[in-house]
């Protein structure tokens, strides 16, 4: 891995996780009762210690990062920044959206050289990172612990804790491995990813399915066949895990159901702006749900054009 391959792969990957370490942390923080202001405190240190992470990142990636990244809507979504001061207004914590603005502002070109000065904030920042990521593993563990034992209350499902606890876990792996520089082995790569985001889109559907008020029967109806349509793929990825079933095959219907979910993400964030469903869903959820979604579709495509 060259320096200009660890430098573009630092900064994609923080773009991504570090806003979503930083919602991970406003969820659990939104989730608490009164009681828990110890809890509340260190959420809400992790939701700034994430946020200074990304815009540090943002900094840094400005000018350098490829069109594709940008237009994806994995950074930041068409809603992210209502969603945020919607949320901020409902549950009275101050979401930095200073931060959005910026990211909306983020430019794209070519990184052709990179000085020791750069390289040097890469590696730092990835350390900072692992660092951060280790810490909110730990603490979500805990909470996760708790609450399953039944010494904990949070409007947070158990599902939910753990679903957010794999996605730092991955990026804590992710960011390892490129702070160390391992070169990846690709197809392993790819299928190891494409059978974690089936996973991770399952239980989001699963989780809106639980959150949508039960008389939104049809919008809960349709998260039911997409738990059950990634449930299936997932399956199907495990296949290709083992070397069973060639990626390619699983691959373009996994673009297909995320295409459609993407379509379903997008319409529950509009409706839920727009206070036209009934739910126990926070608006920066949902905007978050569709950057991840957005996110898989990147991915994928990335992998098609590779595999065809």
Same mark, same amino acid.
């Given at each position: ?20 370490? *930083? ?70 914590? /101050? ?31 990835? /350390? ?11 603490? *979500? ?8 034992? +039944? ?48 996973? /991770?889109?399952?239980?989001?559907? *699963? ?26 793929l997932t399956a199907e ?32 964030? /509009?409706?839920?702006?727009? +206070?036209?469903? *009934? ?17 898989l579709m990147r991915l ?9």
């Amino acid at each position: 891995m060259n320096d200009i391959e660890f430098v573009r792969l630092s900064l994609n990957l923080h773009l991504y996780f570090a806003r979503d370490m *930083k919602e991970h942390a406003f969820i659990v923080e939104a989730g608490f009762a009164p009681k828990e202001q110890n809890l509340i405190r260190q959420a809400a240190n992790f939701r700034r210690e994430f946020s200074d992470i990304l815009r540090r990142t943002v900094s840094l990636a400005d000018g350098i990062l490829a069109p594709d990244i940008l237009q994806s809507g994995e950074i930041v979504t068409p809603y992210t920044l209502k969603a945020e001061m919607i949320t901020t207004y409902l549950t009275g914590i /101050q979401i930095e959206t200073q931060i959005t603005q910026e990211e909306e502002r983020l430019t794209s070109g070519e990184l052709t050289n990179v000085s020791p000065a750069l390289l040097q904030n890469i590696i730092s920042l990835n /350390q900072r990172a692992m660092n951060a990521t280790t810490e909110l593993i730990q603490y *979500k563990s805990d909470i996760l612990n708790r609450v399953t034992n +039944c010494s904990l209350f949070t409007i947070n499902y158990p599902f939910l804790i753990e679903h957010i606890l794999h996605e730092a876990d991955l990026y804590l792996l992710l960011t390892d491995r490129i702070q160390n520089r391992v070169e990846l082995v690709l197809e392993q790569e790819t299928a190891e990813l494409e059978f974690f985001w089936n996973v /991770q889109m399952a239980e989001h559907a *699963k989780i809106f399915r639980g959150l949508l008020d039960p008389t939104e029967t049809g919008l809960i109806s349709i998260a039911n066949d997409f738990a059950t349509t990634y449930d299936q793929l997932t399956a199907e990825a495990q296949l290709t895990r083992d070397g069973l079933v060639s990626i390619s095959d699983v691959m373009y219907r996994s673009l297909e159901a995320t295409e459609n979910f993407q379509y379903y993400n997008t319409q529950i964030v /509009q409706e839920l702006l727009g +206070c036209e469903i *009934k739910s126990i869903i926070i608006p920066l959820l949902v905007d978050h749900a569709l950057r991840e979604t957005n996110y898989l579709m990147r991915l994928l495509n990335d992998f098609i054009a590779i595999y065809g």
